[in-house]
């Protein structure tokens, strides 16, 4: 769970369901249907890698849920956008044409969630990684650390 930067279509416009941003994971639907039927089948042979005695839709869960996948984009990712993954992910920034505009609106603006700007050094740090996780917790100091702190 943390923020990552997801390439996204230019001037992409994540889906909303009641106004608020429908949490999507980072993968197409059809790859991801055919790669959960393709699983199961070896698991009904009883020649999946991991095949244990229970059913495999508890070893897996069940077959992807259409809402929560992208559906044919059809144009190529060149843009990049800031997404948090404690759910399947939403937008938590715009999306921007290139990573430079992108650290100048995280220095600028933070994200939609932290509304602060970050630190520069902290910004470029993050956008190259292109992952951190939510938070960091010190138990010794009772610190708690984000991505906009520079973990």
Do not use: C
Not at 60 to 67: F, I, R, S, T, W
Not at 81 to 88: A, D, F
Not at 130 to 146: Q, R, V
């Amino acid at each position: 769970m943390g923020r990552e930067i997801r390439m996204v279509p230019p001037n992409w416009e994540h889906p909303k369901k009641d106004d608020k941003y429908q949490p999507m994971y980072d993968k197409d639907f059809d790859k991801a249907l055919k790669n959960w039927v393709e699983e199961y089948e070896l698991w009904k042979q009883g020649k999946h890698p991991d095949q244990e005695g229970y059913p495999y839709w508890e070893y897996a869960g069940g077959p992807p849920d259409p809402e929560y996948y992208q559906h044919n984009i059809t144009q190529d990712k060149t843009w990049v956008q800031v997404y948090e993954t404690v759910s399947e992910g939403t937008p938590v920034t715009p999306p921007f044409a290139t990573k430079e505009e992108l650290i100048d609106y995280l220095v600028g603006n933070g994200t939609f969630w932290d509304s602060r700007g970050w630190r520069r050094e902290n910004a470029e740090k993050f956008v190259e990684s292109g992952w951190a996780p939510s938070g960091i917790f010190n138990t010794a100091t009772g610190e708690f650390k984000t991505a906009r702190d520079g973990i």
